[in-house]
């Protein structure tokens, strides 16, 4: 039993973990619960010994839309959820990183935000042809501690890293896999997720959990050399005259 809030399902079968991001009437959006329970899910996922592959996707037409509006707002108002979200940021990153359960995400729907940063962590993607990739943290006027300029440079040129993080674009499906930020484009991505999950859950466990962490040391070294930095930035951007005008035109827009 996992000790998650409900805005995320971990689903049993057999040795799979199916974990749905569950906020569908908001597009999975990220509120304070379901940023909590991310930080919460991979220590317990890693302890979880039945486990041997998940897969990770989203409820409803998105498999997330970014920081909710309204969590945003909060987080400009109180500085202890900021505090705690800055730490659960880092608890996100290092968990994802260090869990010995391979996790092979279907991005059903736009991939937003946190919701790319998951993406970006994970061990192999397959994308919908209508999903999408976007880290707009900074058109928000905030620093990505826990998104795409952390890991983008491992996976894709720094050219290009620099320029989606620079401008929060969308890069579609296509692009993402020519890019090296997801694998596959796929007409039904969590059924081939499943498929390659089911896949790893067969092999010897020792020799695939052994071999993603060795692959994932360079992911953590890299991660580790900047999320100090990030973390503060970060924390910095949440307290700006820019990020705070931001909040509240888009609060208003959506009342």
């Given at each position: 039993m996992y000790d998650i809030p409900e805005e995320?399902?971990?689903?049993?079968?057999?040795?799979?973990?199916?974990?749905?991001?569950n906020r569908p009437d908001a597009l999975n959006a990220v509120n304070d619960a379901l940023h909590t329970g991310l930080a919460k899910l991979w220590p317990q996922l890693a302890d979880?010994?039945?486990?041997?592959?998940?897969?990770?996707?989203?409820a409803g037409r998105a498999f997330s839309a970014g920081g909710d509006f309204a969590y945003l707002a909060?987080?400009?108002d109180d500085a202890d959820l900021r505090a705690k979200t800055i730490a659960h940021g880092r608890e996100i990153v290092l968990g994802m990183a260090r869990c010995r359960v391979p996790v092979v995400t279907a991005v059903n729907g736009p991939a937003v935000g946190?919701?790319?940063?998951?993406?970006?962590?994970?061990?192999?993607?397959?994308?919908?042809?209508?999903?999408?990739l976007a880290d707009p943290h900074v058109q928000v006027g905030l620093v990505a501690a826990d998104g795409g300029p952390l890991t983008w440079p491992l996976h894709t040129s720094l050219l290009h890293a620099k320029e989606y993080a620079l401008t929060g674009a969308r890069i579609s499906a296509d692009r993402a896999v020519a890019m090296g930020l997801a694998n596959h484009v796929a007409g039904d991505a969590l059924k081939e997720a499943t498929s390659t999950?089911?896949?790893?859950?067969?092999?010897?466990?020792?020799?695939?959990?052994?071999?993603?962490?060795?692959?994932?040391?360079?992911l953590e070294r890299a991660v580790l050399n900047t999320l100090d930095y990030a973390m503060t930035a970060e924390e910095q951007s949440f307290q700006t005259d820019d990020?705070?005008?931001?909040?509240?035109?888009l609060t208003a827009k959506k009342d």
């Open positions: 995320i399902q971990v689903r049993a079968d057999g040795p799979l973990r199916f974990i749905t991001l979880d010994r039945d486990a041997r592959a998940a897969v990770l996707t989203g909060e987080l400009k946190l919701g790319c940063s998951l993406v970006a962590l994970s061990d192999i993607v397959y994308m919908d042809p209508s999903a999408y999950a089911e896949r790893i859950a067969t092999l010897p466990r020792q020799a695939v959990e052994s071999t993603k962490r060795l692959l994932n040391l360079h990020f705070a005008a931001i909040v509240t035109r």
